[in-house]
Each structure stands twice: as structure tokens, then as C-alpha cells.
């Protein structure tokens, strides 16, 4: 033993710490650093912090992020306590067939406009006429009718109410065929309708009359030839008083014949122009 130097044992004791610390390291890198050996005298690392559980903050799920709204939410990890799993979204009916197309909203009618004033022709307004047909008191009784046509356009205003040519209707409301010597004959007509759009509108109007020809001339000159036979009949038969007696025979048999025979008839010609007048207000509606 003297013969080893002293240095020796230092050697040795250095030796086996490097051995020591060798074995050490390799021990710490195969155990996980929570299993770590704590050494006296240093304190001990603090624990990690762990996130909270759910249920410590009222059981409310985190808030994702914006943009990543639409992403399915991660499963939390097994073991957590409290760990809710959210509840599928509930399905929404498919729609029946046919009741996704709108229906038509009914339209409503539009008012009717109101109907135009209606046309008026003044009481007093001329209506003049054509006859169609030849009217005779021989013939034509009271009560008779007869056809007419407008010889001009009856207006309302700047309105025309019945062109002309439209048919007109009358009436003969007296026929006296009298006419013997003291009278002549008459014929009286009214219009009673007016043809407007196809319809008989009534009307009320002034009359004309017809008076036949007087026959005074005729008559006298009857009775005179009569009275001229008469007396050269009595001429003849008894000289000139004879004469004056058949004269005054002659004379009241022409008289009687005038009295016997009627006078001329009261004749309205076909195609005469007559003209009336309105005696109350003429009311046509419009088209």
C-alpha cells in the first residue's frame, strides 16, 4: 500500500461517481416526469392545470369559434364527468305533395260603371213625317192605323235619338165623311210611337186634319140645271105659268138630289209630309 500514489483513491471515487450518475440518467428518462423522485430540498414542480369540467360552468358547452359554426362539435373524452351528448336536430316535415305551390288569390270583380244619363227631347220639338199608306175618311174609321218615317233626325241636344227613315206609327183619331151641304169631310191622325234601336217608344203629340174640298159650286150648279129642265117642262105643258111652276119642281128635286149625294172625302195622300209636335217630353236611354 505505500507503494500506491495517493492520487489513486481519488480516481476511484470519481470513477464510480460517473457510474452512479450514468445510472441515474438513464432511470429518469424511462420513468414518466409525474413519477419523478422528488429530491430533498427543491421544491416540487405545480401540477398542469386541467381544463373545467362541464358541470362547473353550469353545464353550458363552449362557444365555437365564428367560421366554424357548421363543424360537428368533438366528442368529448371518455371519463369526463357530466359529459353531455347534444341532441340531434329535430326533423322537419316534408311538405305534402302539391301544397307547396301558391294558390291563386280569387280576383274580386270590378264595380259595373253607372249607367250614362239618359236623353231627353224637349216638349214643343217638331216631328215631321211621311206617310207610307193613302188614309181616306171613306175608308178609314176612328181607331185606324197607320205607318210614317222620320223626314229628318229627331235630336236630343247634338245626340241623335231615332235616324231618319225610322218608322214612325199613328193613329186616325176622327174620320167624319159628312160633306153634304152644310159640311165637308174630315180626317184626324196622331202619332203614337216612334222606333228607337229596335224598340216602340211611346209618344204624345199635336194632331193634323185633313178637310176635304168644298163642293159648294158643284151643288149649285146641280140644283141649277135641275131647275132649267123643271121649268121648260112646265112650259111646255102649260104655258108660262106651267114654267114657273116646273122651274120651283125643277129646282126642289136638284136640291134634293145634292141633299141625298155625300160631298168629297178628306184624302191624306201616300208620301205626304206632315209634321207634329211633341206635347210632353220624349225620355230614350242611351246605348
Do not use: W
Not at 507503494?3 to 470519481?14: A, D, E, N, V
Not at 347534444?86 to 280576383?107: E, F, I, Q, S
Amino acid at each position: 500500500m505505500r507503494g500506491i500514489p495517493q492520487t489513486r483513491p481519488l480516481m476511484i471515487y470519481m470513477a464510480a461517481f460517473a457510474v452512479l450518475a450514468t445510472i441515474g440518467c438513464v432511470k429518469s428518462s424511462e420513468t414518466p416526469p409525474a413519477q419523478e423522485t422528488q429530491v430533498e430540498g427543491v421544491p416540487a414542480p405545480a401540477p398542469a392545470e386541467q381544463p373545467a369540467p362541464p358541470h362547473a360552468t353550469g353545464g353550458l358547452e363552449p362557444t365555437p369559434e365564428p367560421g366554424n359554426q357548421n363543424m360537428t362539435p368533438s366528442t368529448p373524452p371518455r371519463g369526463t364527468p357530466n359529459a353531455k351528448t347534444p341532441a340531434p336536430a329535430p326533423l322537419t316535415p316534408a311538405p305534402a305533395p302539391g301544397n307547396d305551390v301558391p294558390r291563386p288569390v280569387a280576383k274580386q270583380p270590378a264595380p259595373k260603371p253607372a249607367p250614362p244619363a239618359p236623353l231627353t227631347v224637349a216638349e214643343g220639338t217638331e216631328i215631321p213625317v211621311r206617310t207610307v199608306q193613302t188614309l181616306s175618311s171613306k175608308t178609314a174609321e176612328n181607331g185606324t192605323r197607320f205607318e210614317a218615317t222620320l223626314s229628318e233626325p229627331l235630336m236630343a241636344g247634338s245626340h241623335v235619338v231615332a235616324p231618319k227613315g225610322a218608322r214612325v206609327n199613328g193613329v186616325v183619331s176622327r174620320s167624319d165623311d159628312g160633306g153634304r151641304v152644310k159640311g165637308v169631310a174630315t180626317l184626324t191622325v196622331t202619332l203614337t210611337s216612334i222606333e228607337v234601336r229596335g224598340k216602340e217608344i211611346e209618344v204624345n203629340t199635336t194632331s193634323f186634319t185633313q178637310q176635304a174640298k168644298a163642293s159648294a159650286k158643284k151643288d149649285a150648279l146641280k140644283v141649277g140645271v135641275a131647275s132649267g129642265i123643271g121649268a121648260a117642262i112646265g112650259a111646255i105643258a102649260g104655258g108660262g105659268k106651267g114654267a114657273a111652276i116646273g122651274a120651283g119642281a125643277g129646282a126642289g128635286a136638284g136640291t134634293g138630289v145634292v141633299l141625298a149625294t155625300k160631298g168629297e172625302a178628306a184624302v191624306i195622300p201616300s208620301e205626304s209630309p206632315l209634321t207634329f209636335k211633341l206635347t210632353q217630353p220624349l225620355t230614350v236611354a242611351r246605348n
